[in-house]
């Protein structure tokens, strides 16, 4: 029960003086009856919380950066009207800033035995679970004098999932793989692809396809078509540790990294590869295995969903361990880590021999654009100190990347927004030659 900005309006300027008791004194001072009746009739008449009903439905997952409604039905089973202000609670992370209080406060009037629907409207700002926490309730009396409040649970989840901002690489990807798959008039051939089909010599073929048998049938020269090989295995590894924390320009690495890897993955599986991934730190944080083409794409995009940076050292050891359970056979690992030479040098390379005797391994990395501004700044001396430490961190990471493809390991290193289609071009040349 609570006085109203209303009732205490009129009590300041005196038109209406309430009165006031306190214990240990003698009497009540400027005692007014008519506004004591009217305060206990619009108490009376205000409609209960407590017994309001709230339910929930509408949408239960979201990309970032898009909007999600979730309706609240709230029914009134009193025989008074429900004249009231509703506050539907969530994390601060569920609007963009400054929007929160017209997103989740609503008036509403109920007929005594009606229900009524009241939306909220979230913008996530963040990946992850958004969970509801309560409604609070503010229910006025006719004359808006008195309220009585209460809150109420009502549970929901909206699972925000990742952007899948590099989608729109897909198509262009897609045609490049339809060119070696055969299914154009540009054939290629690679070590270790599929026999296709024969077709006549065309100037510019490679020599070395030419089928001299097929040619001595016939009146003319006749070359082999190549396709590349299917139903191969590819591990998405994403290093969740203490790197992957690090933000670059408004999102950490680790974002990336899965936008990269969605792509990969999408494109893989329309090739007829099988893919997996696996999420490792010091321990096992996600696994995706066995899935069909049809259900890996929302498998790994609810998995990746709640997936976040840990503030630990990645073991590199026991990371190889796990991959090399995952992944029996030969198959393509793709390392999502960085190029930073610390974590290479004394994680990554001494356990890489491992991982290369019996897989192939391509390291994606994501490069911070801001370096590479800083490199190039010039005017003061602030300026010229920024641009030789950028230097000498390209150096570094050149070098790095050096040791790690002396090592046979295929590097992409590339910024956010470019790190997606260099992956997935790296991928379709390996397939191109042949190596997976």
């Not at 629907?117 to 609070?136: C, E, I, M, S, W």
């Not at 989608?167 to 296709?196: C, N, Q």
């Not at 006749?222 to 590894?237: G, N, S």
Request: hydrophobic fraction near 40%.
């Amino acid at each position: 029960m609570a006085l109203t900005g209303r009732a205490a309006l009129l009590a300041a300027l005196g038109s209406l003086p309430v009165g006031i008791w306190e214990p240990g004194w003698t009497g009540i001072l400027a005692v007014n009856v008519p506004l004591a009746v009217a305060c206990a009739c619009d108490y009376a008449l205000a409609a209960p919380v407590r017994r309001l009903s709230l339910t929930r439905s509408g949408d239960t997952s979201v990309r970032l950066g898009d909007t999600a409604d979730v309706t609240l039905t709230i029914t009134n089973p009193s025989r008074r009207t429900l004249r009231a202000r509703l506050r539907d609670a969530w994390p601060p992370s569920s609007w963009q800033q400054g929007t929160e209080t017209t997103a989740s406060r609503h008036r509403l009037t109920i007929p005594p035995g009606e229900r009524r629907r009241v939306t909220t409207r979230l913008r996530p700002t963040r990946r992850g679970d958004r969970q509801a926490d309560r409604v609070t309730i503010r229910s006025y009396g006719p004359l808006g004098l008195f309220a009585r409040q209460g809150t109420h649970k009502a549970p929901w989840t909206v699972r925000v999932l990742p952007p899948f901002t590099s989608r729109k690489h897909l198509p262009s990807k897609l045609a490049r793989l339809r060119e070696l798959d055969g299914r154009t008039s540009v054939l290629t051939r690679g070590e270790g692809t599929e026999f296709d089909s024969l077709r006549e010599y065309v100037p510019g073929d490679d020599t070395r396809s030419i089928d001299w048998r097929a040619t001595a049938r016939q009146t003319a020269v006749a070359v082999r078509t190549w396709r590349p090989e299917r139903d191969r295995h590819i591990l998405l590894v994403l290093d969740t540790g203490r790197t992957s924390a690090g933000r670059v320009g408004d999102a950490p690495r680790l974002d990336a990294s899965m936008d990269a890897a969605l792509l990969l993955a999408a494109l893989a599986s329309r090739a007829g590869d099988r893919v997996d991934l696996l999420a490792y730190d010091r321990k096992i944080r996600a696994l995706v295995q066995g899935r069909t083409a049809g259900d890996l794409l929302p498998a790994l995009v609810s998995t990746m969903a709640t997936l976040e940076p840990e503030l630990v050292e990645t073991n590199a050891r026991a990371l190889a361990a796990t991959a090399l359970r995952t992944s029996p056979r030969r198959s393509l690992i793709v390392l999502f880590t960085t190029l930073d030479a610390t974590p290479i040098e004394e994680g990554l390379l001494p356990v890489l021999a491992q991982l290369t005797q019996r897989h192939t391994v391509l390291l994606a990395s994501v490069a911070d654009p801001h370096v590479s501004t800083m490199s190039k700044a010039r005017g003061d001396i602030d300026a010229v100190y920024e641009a030789a430490a950028a230097a000498q961190a390209q150096s570094e990471r050149h070098r790095t990347a050096e040791q790690l493809r002396r090592h046979g390991v295929t590097v992409v290193d590339a910024t956010p927004e470019d790190l997606a289609p260099a992956l997935a071009d790296a991928y379709l040349s390996l397939k191109a030659v042949g190596r997976l």
